[in-house]
């Protein structure tokens, strides 16, 4: 310590200030050693110290004082939650108080300390030349004595001299006097706990003092008849009592009275009680008694020590005996101790004695009769009542409780010295509880909690009122021993157990592709109303209570297909004036057919059910005649499909592969379409650099049909989109006029939907996808080799245009489907989704339908940075993970920033320069030199090259090169304005080298000229880059493809490319035959990059 030294602090007062619990941990923690770097400032003063707590956390703790005798608490801090007067400050005062005990005791002389500790080990029996001065525990019996001059003072307090002043027993610490015999001297019940070896006492012994003054003064500051000398045992009430004298005993803590012939022992046992003496005349006697380890100990001369034990005495023989009681003694006890007079019942008034009384009576004490003249009644089990309240608008409130013998009532939990035999006693209970388990209705009723009792109170509502009253309430009147109160009106609830008849059918709706369904359901001969019906399979309930009062199960198969509905639905806010089935839900309608006694389907409802039924095998029909191209196989059978499609008024999505030809398998099914007669034209939707491409195969392929491009807004053009679309079969526009002008295609019938690229309208709350989910035509197609890129709920999207009402709303989607798979792996969701689209979806791979196709061989060619570049990038990476790290947990509030960070990572994986063209010109772009190391060998065996990268200033970077070289190239990205000739150019062998941005030409051109693709920066949508590779690798090609990734080594690319192949899986998943999983990208893929 570091200021004087520390004069110790009383136990009581560190009890006091914290409580007696936190006291007791506390005491602990310093007798555990957890307490360090204890520090005394006696100017303050203040003590402080640090404590390790049980967490292994170290607490800072400061203790306050002020000095008034004593050192006395006034306050206190602490680092822990608690903050105040806690278990740490306990610990601290513990601890220095410890710390004082062992500096009493004066360290050895080093020089001579190990011949005293050597003679201890080998002569044990040398005397300690300080022997500690022995303590004892002084009891005396006590009274309060009147003061004779004023009754304004407080009594003295002294001792006893007759039993009957003796009004509690005194205990107080002693030591030896200088006579031998015990004295008070300068002990008191403050300073005795932690003088210890500071005053010549055994520390153990001192300590077991100070436990004792803590527990018996933890809830009271009263010190005992005016007096600080005597503790008072009578009001002790910790049962800790025991086990602390015994505790005692074993330290050798002599118990003595207060001259030298009493006696003060501990007993066993204690047992207090009534003797039952019945007479001849019929009276009964009841005579109080006290049994002290089967010694009969007159009951005037007994006082009750809390509600646990008692003491007897004898003033004159001068003996004290303490014992515990093994029954808690309750009030009576208490009282009959306090008046031990026997109690004498006439003969007249004995069976009112036995009827009404004596059950409770034997309850408090234990009754026996040493003479055998009284036998008592036998007894009666109690009665378990359940009271039915019968309340309006069918509520049941249902209590339960006992009725005793003696016409006491008491709750269900009551304990069990209310029972006579509590295990006996509790058979109508556990009778009920098996009861009510056997009844599915009786549920409601049970407990919840690990026991599997009865709840004491309960309330049932609606059905559940009904089946409870139906089917409990007369079993369990029945019962042994339990009771049924009714109150109020009691309706006469019933079961419907009939099979219900149900009766479907579909009429035609005002909207696309929906049918209005028709349920009538009848058990019984009753009707059960549509809406609550609904309202109830909706809420997931069981049971149905009719107005009738009778109810009906709905865990039946009939109902199955209506819960399936409403789960496709989500809500029943669409169904305020009706239920709708969309055409594509076929599945639920064969449900209906198989459980319904009567079906009635619409007529075009039927021919959509059997045309689904038969989706595997589209019927054999020829091209149509103004088709000027002979279809491949493959595109025959996708031809035929659609045509299938459109007949039924089905929408579907055509997902082949990249370069299979699906604009002409579409523009085959138009030119199908536009023989049927005067249908309105189809409209064609594409993005804005392949409509160009759809009008010039239009021409090829279809030329007999009118097509009208439609490239500016009505607005813009001054051309009415009604007169454009009246006098052509094909109507082509871009996603971006589409969405500009949506009211305005809206307001048209069309006779088909086709949104080629229709990855375009993936994102659900884009308003491209609104504008054509509000396009009217009988039928909608989906053309696109990636109809998924990033998850689910991109496919999702694409049905809720072509195929509405196939899946649910977006947030049941999300919980049936996307999660399960996504997340949970759940390979049972995969199947059933796979099941539900595969009818509406085609995708055939090149390796299915075209194995003539050249093969493409695709190689990762990994590229080292220049050690400049090297450097630069490691000290970029440092920087952006520190602030990015902290950011992507709230991945939607950051996302900017992240991106950004991540894109200049990307950037600088490609080229210094692109960061910083003047600062980092010197540091060379290795991957630039990696790509013009190959064009050199490619260019001179006269092959033609695509190279793509998603910088366009990357690849005005690499243009610079090709100039430089003299090497003709055309340039491609989203800022090209002459975009046909600069594909002509390279078509017809002007430029061997084709610069693509990714986004601009990854999708929409044909150019089979070219049989090497470089990928110089790669990207996590393994679906960009497929499309940009069968730009090259399509019908058509008769050479091998050859394929690099460029990636920079140790950098953000290689992270990318592995994030790209997890990806991958989740489309491959769902589309195709494999059963892997993958997420969309998340913070954790984002955190991987950054690792």
């Given at each position: 310590?570091s200021?004087?030294?520390?004069p110790?602090?009383?136990?009581?007062?560190?009890?006091?200030?914290?409580?007696?619990?936190?006291?007791?941990?506390?005491?602990?923690?310093?007798?555990?050693?957890?307490?360090?770097?204890?520090?005394?400032?006696?100017?303050?003063?203040?003590?402080?110290?640090?404590?390790?707590?049980?967490?292994?956390?170290?607490?800072?703790?400061?203790?306050?004082?002020?000095?008034?005798?004593?050192?006395?608490?006034?306050?206190?801090?602490?680092?822990?939650?608690?903050?105040?007067?806690?278990?740490?400050?306990?610990?601290?005062?513990?601890?220095?108080?410890?710390?004082?005990?062992?500096?009493?005791?004066?360290?050895?002389?080093?020089?001579?300390?190990?011949?005293?500790?050597l003679?201890?080990?080998?002569?044990?029996?040398?005397?300690?030349?300080?022997?500690?001065?022995?303590?004892?525990?002084?009891f005396?019996?006590?009274?309060?004595?009147?003061?004779?001059?004023?009754?304004w003072?407080?009594?003295?307090?002294?001792?006893?001299?007759?039993?009957?002043?003796?009004?509690?027993?005194?205990?107080?610490?002693?030591?030896?006097?200088?006579?031998?015999g015990?004295?008070?001297?300068t002990?008191?019940?403050?300073?005795?706990?932690?003088?210890?070896?500071?005053?010549?006492?055994?520390?153990?012994?001192?300590?077991?003092f100070?436990?004792?003054?803590?527990?018996?003064?933890a809830?009271?500051?009263d010190?005992?008849?005016?007096?600080?000398?005597?503790l008072?045992?009578?009001?002790?009430?910790?049962?800790?009592?025991?086990?602390?004298?015994?505790?005692?005993?074993?330290?050798?803590?002599?118990?003595?009275?207060?001259?030298?012939?009493?006696?003060?022992?501990?007993?066993?046992?204690?047992?207090?009680?009534?003797?039952?003496?019945?007479?001849?005349?019929?009276?009964?006697?009841?005579?109080?008694?006290?049994?002290?380890?089967?010694r009969?100990?007159?009951?005037?001369?007994?006082?009750?020590?809390?509600?646990?034990?008692?003491?007897?005495?004898?003033?004159?023989?001068?003996?004290?005996?303490?014992?515990?009681?093994?029954?808690?003694?309750?009030?009576p006890?208490?009282?009959?101790?306090?008046?031990?007079?026997?109690?004498?019942?006439?003969?007249?008034?004995?069976?009112?004695?036995?009827?009404?009384?004596?059950?409770?009576?034997?309850r408090?004490?234990?009754?026996?009769?040493?003479?055998?003249?009284?036998?008592?009644?036998?007894?009666?089990?109690?009665?378990?009542?359940?009271?039915?309240?019968?309340?309006?608008?069918?509520?049941?409130?249902?209590?339960?409780?006992?009725?005793?013998?003696?016409g006491?009532?008491?709750?269900?939990?009551?304990?069990?010295?209310?029972?006579?035999?509590?295990?006996?006693?509790?058979?109508?209970?556990?009778?009920?509880?098996?009861l009510?388990?056997?009844l599915?209705?009786?549920?409601?009723?049970?407990?919840?909690?690990?026991?599997?009792?009865?709840?004491?109170?309960?309330?049932?509502?609606?059905?559940?009122?009904?089946?409870?009253?139906?089917?409990?309430?007369?079993?369990?009147?029945?019962?042994?021993?339990?009771?049924?109160?009714?109150?109020?009106?009691?309706?006469d609830?019933?079961?419907?157990?009939?099979?219900?008849?149900?009766?479907?059918?579909?009429?035609?709706?005002?909207?696309?592709?929906?049918?209005?369904?028709?349920?009538?359901?009848?058990?019984?001969?009753?009707?059960?109303?549509?809406?609550?019906?609904?309202?109830?399979?909706a809420?997931?309930?069981?049971?149905?209570?009719?107005?009738?009062?009778?109810?009906?199960?709905?865990?039946?198969?009939?109902?199955?297909?209506?819960?399936?509905?409403?789960?496709?639905?989500?809500?029943?806010?669409?169904?305020?004036?009706?239920?709708?089935?969309?055409?594509?839900?076929?599945?639920?309608?064969?449900?209906?057919?198989?459980?319904?006694?009567?079906?009635?389907?619409?007529?075009?409802w039927?021919?959509?059910?059997?045309?689904?039924?038969?989706?595997?095998?589209?019927?054999?029909?020829?091209?149509?005649?103004?088709?000027?191209?002979?279809?491949?196989?493959?595109?025959?059978?996708?031809?035929?499909?659609?045509?299938?499609?459109?007949?039924?008024?089905?929408?579907?999505?055509?997902?082949?592969?990249?370069?299979?030809?699906?604009?002409?398998?579409?523009?085959?099914?138009?030119?199908?379409?536009?023989?049927?007669?005067?249908?309105?034209?189809?409209?064609?939707?594409?993005?804005?650099?392949?409509?160009?491409?759809?009008?010039?195969?239009?021409?090829?392929?279809?030329?007999?049909?009118?097509?009208?491009?439609?490239?500016?807004?009505?607005?813009?053009?001054?051309?009415?989109?009604?007169?454009?679309?009246?006098?052509?079969?094909?109507?082509?526009?871009?996603?971006?006029?589409?969405?500009?002008?949506?009211?305005?295609?809206?307001?048209?019938?069309?006779?088909?939907?086709?949104?080629?690229?229709?990855?375009?309208?993936?994102?659900?709350?884009?308003?491209?996808?609104?504008?054509?989910?509000?396009i009217?035509?009988?039928?909608?197609?989906?053309?696109?080799?990636?109809?998924?890129?990033?998850?689910?709920?991109?496919?999702?999207a694409?049905?809720?245009?072509?195929?509405?009402?196939?899946?649910?709303?977006?947030?049941a989607?999300?919980?049936?489907f996307?999660r399960?798979?996504?997340?949970?792996?759940?390979?049972?969701?995969?199947?059933?989704?796979?099941?539900?689209?595969?009818?509406?979806?085609?995708?055939?791979?090149?390796?299915?339908?075209?194995?003539?196709?050249?093969?493409?061989?695709?190689?990762?060619?990994?590229?080292?940075?220049?050690?400049?570049?090297?450097?630069?990038?490691?000290?970029?990476?440092q920087?952006?993970?520190?602030?990015?790290?902290?950011?992507?947990?709230?991945?939607?509030?950051?996302?900017?920033?992240?991106f950004?960070?991540?894109?200049?990572?990307?950037?600088?994986?490609?080229?210094a320069?692109?960061?910083?063209?003047?600062?980092?010109?010197?540091?060379?772009?290795?991957?630039?030199?990696?790509?013009?190391e190959?064009?050199?060998?490619v260019?001179?065996?006269?092959?033609r090259?695509?190279?793509?990268?998603?910088?366009?200033?990357?690849?005005?970077?690499?243009?610079?090169?090709l100039?430089?070289?003299?090497?003709?190239?055309?340039?491609?990205?989203g800022?090209?304005?002459?975009?046909?000739?600069?594909?002509?150019?390279?078509?017809?062998?002007?430029?061997p080298?084709?610069?693509?941005?990714?986004?601009?030409?990854?999708?929409?051109?044909?150019?089979t000229?070219a049989?090497?693709?470089?990928?110089?920066?790669?990207?996590?949508?393994?679906?960009?880059?497929?499309?940009?590779?069968?730009?090259?690798?399509?019908?058509?090609?008769?050479?091998?493809?050859?394929?690099?990734?460029?990636?920079?080594?140790?950098?953000?690319?290689?992270?990318?490319?592995?994030?790209?192949?997890r990806?991958?899986?989740?489309?491959?998943?769902?589309?195709?035959?494999?059963?892997?999983?993958?997420?969309?990208?998340?913070?954790?893929?984002?955190?991987?990059?950054l690792?």
């Amino acid at each position: 310590m570091s200021d004087s030294r520390f004069p110790g602090v009383p136990t009581l007062a560190i009890a006091r200030f914290v409580g007696p619990l936190a006291f007791s941990r506390g005491e602990a923690y310093a007798r555990d050693g957890r307490v360090s770097d204890i520090d005394w400032v006696a100017s303050e003063p203040r003590l402080s110290g640090v404590v390790q707590g049980s967490e292994a956390l170290g607490y800072r703790c400061t203790v306050v004082f002020e000095r008034r005798g004593e050192l006395q608490v006034i306050g206190s801090s602490c680092t822990c939650p608690i903050g105040y007067a806690c278990k740490h400050a306990a610990a601290v005062m513990c601890a220095a108080n410890d710390d004082l005990e062992r500096e009493d005791v004066a360290p050895a002389d080093p020089g001579t300390g190990w011949r005293e500790g050597l003679a201890a080990l080998l002569d044990p029996a040398t005397p300690d030349a300080r022997a500690p001065q022995p303590i004892a525990l002084q009891f005396s019996l006590r009274e309060r004595a009147p003061r004779s001059r004023s009754r304004w003072q407080a009594a003295r307090d002294e001792e006893a001299t007759t039993a009957a002043s003796v009004d509690r027993l005194g205990m107080r610490p002693v030591t030896v006097g200088a006579r031998g015999g015990w004295i008070k001297g300068t002990l008191t019940w403050e300073n005795v706990g932690y003088l210890g070896r500071a005053g010549g006492f055994d520390p153990a012994v001192a300590r077991w003092f100070r436990e004792l003054a803590v527990i018996r003064r933890a809830r009271s500051l009263d010190y005992g008849g005016g007096s600080t000398d005597w503790l008072s045992l009578d009001d002790f009430d910790s049962e800790l009592l025991w086990p602390l004298l015994e505790g005692g005993l074993r330290l050798g803590v002599p118990l003595v009275g207060t001259n030298s012939t009493t006696s003060v022992t501990v007993g066993r046992s204690a047992a207090v009680g009534l003797d039952a003496r019945r007479s001849e005349d019929g009276s009964l006697t009841l005579t109080p008694t006290v049994m002290i380890d089967d010694r009969t100990v007159d009951p005037s001369s007994v006082r009750a020590i809390g509600s646990h034990g008692v003491y007897a005495f004898d003033i004159r023989e001068g003996a004290i005996t303490l014992a515990p009681s093994p029954r808690t003694l309750d009030a009576p006890v208490l009282a009959l101790l306090r008046s031990p007079e026997s109690v004498l019942i006439p003969a007249e008034d004995a069976d009112e004695f036995l009827g009404e009384h004596y059950r409770r009576l034997e309850r408090a004490v234990s009754v026996t009769s040493s003479d055998e003249s009284f036998v008592p009644p036998p007894r009666v089990p109690a009665t378990l009542v359940l009271t039915a309240r019968f309340e309006p608008a069918h509520v049941l409130a249902l209590t339960w409780g006992w009725e005793h013998s003696d016409g006491r009532t008491s709750p269900l939990a009551a304990p069990d010295s209310e029972f006579d035999d509590p295990q006996q006693e509790h058979a109508p209970e556990r009778a009920a509880v098996a009861l009510l388990e056997q009844l599915d209705g009786g549920s409601p009723a049970l407990a919840t909690d690990v026991a599997g009792g009865l709840r004491a109170s309960v309330t049932l509502r609606g059905v559940e009122a009904a089946e409870f009253t139906d089917r409990a309430l007369f079993p369990l009147s029945n019962l042994d021993r339990v009771r049924v109160d009714v109150e109020g009106h009691r309706p006469d609830y019933r079961e419907l157990r009939e099979p219900p008849v149900l009766r479907v059918s579909t009429v035609e709706s005002e909207r696309t592709d929906w049918f209005d369904l028709g349920v009538m359901l009848t058990v019984e001969g009753r009707k059960v109303p549509f809406g609550p019906l609904f309202t109830a399979l909706a809420r997931g309930r069981k049971k149905l209570l009719l107005v009738d009062n009778t109810y009906l199960s709905l865990d039946q198969p009939v109902f199955e297909p209506l819960r399936a509905l409403i789960e496709e639905a989500g809500t029943l806010d669409e169904w305020e004036t009706g239920v709708s089935i969309s055409r594509y839900q076929t599945s639920l309608w064969s449900e209906f057919e198989d459980l319904a006694d009567e079906s009635e389907p619409a007529v075009e409802w039927r021919e959509t059910v059997a045309g689904l039924k038969t989706t595997d095998a589209p019927p054999p029909i020829d091209p149509p005649p103004g088709l000027a191209l002979e279809l491949r196989p493959y595109q025959l059978e996708g031809f035929r499909w659609l045509a299938f499609l459109h007949a039924h008024r089905l929408g579907g999505i055509l997902a082949d592969d990249m370069g299979l030809g699906k604009t002409a398998q579409t523009l085959a099914l138009i030119a199908h379409a536009r023989q049927q007669g005067d249908a309105p034209p189809f409209l064609v939707v594409a993005p804005t650099s392949v409509v160009s491409n759809w009008a010039i195969e239009a021409a090829r392929f279809v030329p007999g049909l009118r097509v009208a491009t439609v490239s500016a807004t009505e607005g813009a053009s001054g051309q009415r989109l009604a007169a454009i679309a009246a006098d052509v079969d094909i109507v082509l526009t871009t996603y971006a006029i589409l969405r500009i002008d949506s009211d305005r295609f809206s307001a048209l019938e069309w006779g088909g939907l086709v949104l080629d690229e229709a990855q375009f309208v993936k994102n659900a709350a884009s308003k491209a996808h609104r504008a054509a989910r509000d396009i009217r035509a009988p039928f909608r197609l989906a053309v696109t080799g990636t109809p998924m890129e990033n998850n689910l709920l991109e496919l999702w999207a694409l049905f809720q245009i072509v195929a509405p009402g196939l899946f649910p709303s977006r947030r049941a989607f999300s919980e049936k489907f996307q999660r399960p798979i996504e997340t949970d792996r759940n390979t049972e969701r995969l199947a059933r989704l796979r099941r539900r689209i595969r009818p509406l979806m085609l995708r055939r791979s090149k390796e299915q339908v075209a194995p003539e196709l050249p093969p493409k061989q695709e190689q990762v060619v990994t590229v080292p940075l220049d050690p400049r570049h090297r450097r630069l990038y490691d000290t970029f990476l440092q920087r952006e993970r520190q602030k990015l790290l902290g950011l992507i947990d709230d991945l939607d509030r950051n996302r900017f920033i992240v991106f950004r960070s991540l894109t200049l990572l990307r950037m600088l994986s490609l080229d210094a320069a692109l960061i910083d063209d003047e600062a980092y010109a010197g540091i060379p772009s290795a991957k630039l030199d990696a790509l013009f190391e190959h064009l050199d060998d490619v260019l001179a065996e006269g092959h033609r090259t695509l190279v793509f990268s998603q910088f366009t200033s990357f690849l005005k970077r690499a243009a610079d090169r090709l100039d430089a070289a003299g090497i003709p190239y055309a340039y491609l990205d989203g800022s090209t304005r002459r975009r046909p000739e600069v594909i002509r150019r390279f078509r017809e062998g002007d430029a061997p080298v084709f610069l693509i941005s990714l986004k601009a030409g990854g999708f929409g051109l044909n150019l089979t000229e070219a049989d090497y693709v470089f990928l110089l920066d790669p990207w996590w949508n393994p679906a960009s880059e497929a499309q940009a590779v069968d730009r090259a690798h399509r019908i058509g090609q008769d050479r091998t493809v050859m394929v690099y990734r460029l990636v920079a080594e140790g950098t953000i690319e290689e992270k990318v490319m592995a994030l790209k192949e997890r990806k991958a899986e989740l489309t491959s998943s769902v589309l195709d035959d494999e059963a892997l999983f993958s997420e969309a990208l998340t913070a954790d893929d984002i955190r991987s990059l950054l690792e």
